[in-house]
């Protein structure tokens, strides 16, 4: 763990939870801090060991992330991933970027105990949901799709 000193919030975002946190002007339950990101228990944890992993920076999404930093947090993510598997004695480890809630770059690691753990009833008031695959993608639409992507990327 190193001890970097405290990143200044822009004022061009406003307040952000997450630029708090890592500033330690708000409390969490920090796991890891390193010069780049911190690591923290989500307080409303899809499964016990739910993390959230936030730059220390502020980027409001993770397409804003220098490439140099994505593939820093993707490795924490892994080392993370690891201890996970060996704490929960599960399989896999779900790793997502969601975006949805507060626009500050964060990853949500999750221990994967059931098939719907990242889609978690545990926040889906509907209890008696259900899932099923999404429906599958004809040729042409995979292909129109490809192209599109394709010719964006360059």
Same mark, same amino acid.
């Given at each position: 763990?190193? *001890?970097?000193?405290?990143?200044? =919030?822009? &004022?061009? #975002? ?12 708000? &409390?969490?339950?920090?796991? #890891?801090?390193?010069?780049? +990101?911190?690591?923290? /228990? ?9 993390? /959230?992993?936030? *730059? %220390?920076?502020? #980027?409001?999404?993770?397409?804003? $992330? ?9 490795? @924490?993510?892994? %080392?993370? *991933?690891?201890?996970?598997? %060996?704490? #929960? ?19 949500? @690691?999750?221990? @994967?105990?059931? !098939?719907?753990?990242?889609? =978690? ?7 008696? /949901? *259900? +899932?099923?695959?999404? &429906? ?5 639409? $995979? ?6 992507? !394709? %010719?964006? /990327?360059?």
């Amino acid at each position: 763990m190193t *001890s970097a000193e405290p990143i200044v =919030s822009e &004022p061009s #975002h406003g307040p952000c939870i997450f630029c708090a946190i890592a500033n330690k002007e708000i &409390p969490a339950t920090i796991v #890891h801090e390193d010069d780049d +990101f911190v690591a923290f /228990l989500d307080i409303n944890p899809i499964r016990p060991g739910h993390v /959230l992993i936030v *730059s %220390r920076g502020h #980027h409001a999404y993770f397409d804003d $992330l220098p490439p140099e930093l994505a593939a820093g947090m993707m490795q @924490l993510a892994q %080392r993370f *991933s690891k201890a996970m598997k %060996r704490i #929960h004695d599960v399989e896999r480890v779900g790793f997502v970027f969601t975006g949805t809630d507060i626009a500050h770059v964060h990853a949500h @690691l999750v221990p @994967l105990v059931g !098939r719907t753990d990242i889609t =978690s009833p545990a926040y889906i008031e509907q209890k008696d /949901l *259900s +899932f099923a695959p999404a &429906p599958r993608a004809t040729a042409e639409e $995979l292909q129109e799709q490809s192209e599109h992507l !394709r %010719r964006a /990327l360059g």
